[in-house]
DNA sequence: TTGAATGCAAAGTGTTTGCACGTGC
DNA sequence: GCACGTGCAAACACTTTGCATTCAA
C-alpha cells in the first residue's frame, strides 16, 4: 500500500507531519480527489495543515512523478497516486467522480498524422454517468 | 467555411457585430484559440469588443453545440470550431497548441472496465512536442 | 544548527456576473 | 419598443507566492 513513504524517504525527502498525512491520504484512497478534499482528509488527522502546503506537496510529488495530476476540463484538478500502473479514466460529468480503468490497448498515433511532432503519450478519458447519477436522471446532456 | 454564421441565423441567434467578428475569427482559424486570443484577433476587426463578450458568446456557443471547448490541463481553454467531424487532439506540452487529428478508431471500453457506468464517448489527447519546440530543445521533460 | 517546510494572507490566473447603457429585430 | 446583448469592473474559484516562524535531520 503506502511503500508511498518508503520510496519517498529513501530518496532523501524531507519527512514532516504534514508530508506524512498527506501520502497517507493519498494512498488510502481509490478515488481521485482534490486538492481540498485531500486537504479537508488530512486535517481531520492533523488539524495544523494548511491548504497551501497541500498544493506545495502535491506539486512536490507530482515533480517527483510519484503521483498524477489530472485534470478533469471542469472545476479542481484531481490527484492520482497511480503512477505505477499504466491506466486510463473514467470521468463522471455529473458528479465529476474519477476513476481508473484498465482497458487493452494504449492507441497510437499513425505517422501520416503526426505532423511533425515527437508523440510521448496518449491519455484517454472515457467520460459518462457514474452509477449514482444515472439513479438520479438516466438520460440528458 | 463560415457555414457557421449561416447555421446560427437560421437558429434564431441574435446577430450582433461582435458575435459575427467572433465566429469569424473562429471559422477562420486552424488551431484552437484561447479565449483572450479570440478577443485580441476580434480587437483587431471591431475595437469595441469586451473580453466578457466573448466568454460569453464562446459560451453560448458552446451550448448550442456549435464549437467545442478543451481544457489542455494547464492554463486557459481552447476553443475547437470543428464540431462536424469526430476528432481526437495532438497538445505540445512545451506551448500548449492544440491541433486535430484523424486517426482511425476510437477506443472503447469494454464492458468488464465500466463499472456500471453509461460511457457517453471517449476523449483522447495525444501529447508531445510540436515542430517548433522540437528545434529549440529535443528532449528533457 | 540550519536550510527547508510551514501557516497565513496576499497576489495571480482564468472566468463569471451585476448593472446601467445601447441595439437588433 | 423592448428583450436581449454589451462593456466595464467587481466578484469568483482555484492555485501560487512572500514572509516570518518552526522544525527535521
Keep these: 500500500m503506502s511503500d508511498?513513504?518508503?520510496?519517498?524517504?529513501?530518496?532523501?525527502?524531507?519527512?514532516?507531519?504534514?508530508?506524512?498525512?498527506?501520502?497517507?491520504?493519498?494512498?488510502?484512497e481509490h478515488?481521485?480527489?482534490?486538492?481540498?478534499?485531500?486537504?479537508?482528509?488530512?486535517?481531520?488527522?492533523?488539524?495544523?495543515t494548511g491548504l497551501a502546503t497541500v498544493y506545495n506537496t502535491l506539486n512536490e510529488l507530482v515533480s517527483l512523478r510519484e503521483i498524477l495530476e489530472v485534470s478533469t476540463g471542469e472545476g479542481p484538478k484531481r490527484y492520482d497516486p497511480n503512477v505505477r500502473r499504466p491506466h486510463q479514466h473514467l470521468l463522471c460529468i455529473r458528479c465529476a467522480e474519477l476513476r481508473d480503468v484498465y482497458p487493452a490497448e494504449a492507441p497510437t498515433l499513425p505517422a501520416?498524422?503526426?505532423?511533425?511532432?515527437?508523440?510521448?503519450?496518449?491519455?484517454i478519458t472515457f467520460r459518462g454517468l457514474c452509477p449514482e447519477c444515472r439513479k438520479q436522471s438516466p438520460a440528458s446532456s
Design 4 to 28: 508511498l513513504l518508503e520510496r519517498l524517504r529513501t530518496r532523501g525527502w524531507r519527512l514532516t507531519p504534514q508530508r506524512r498525512v498527506i501520502a497517507e491520504v493519498l494512498a488510502g
Design 31 to 48: 478515488v481521485h480527489l482534490t486538492a481540498e478534499e485531500i486537504h479537508a482528509r488530512a486535517q481531520t488527522k492533523l488539524p495544523e
Design 112 to 123: 501520416s498524422e503526426q505532423h511533425g511532432y515527437e508523440v510521448l503519450d496518449a491519455q
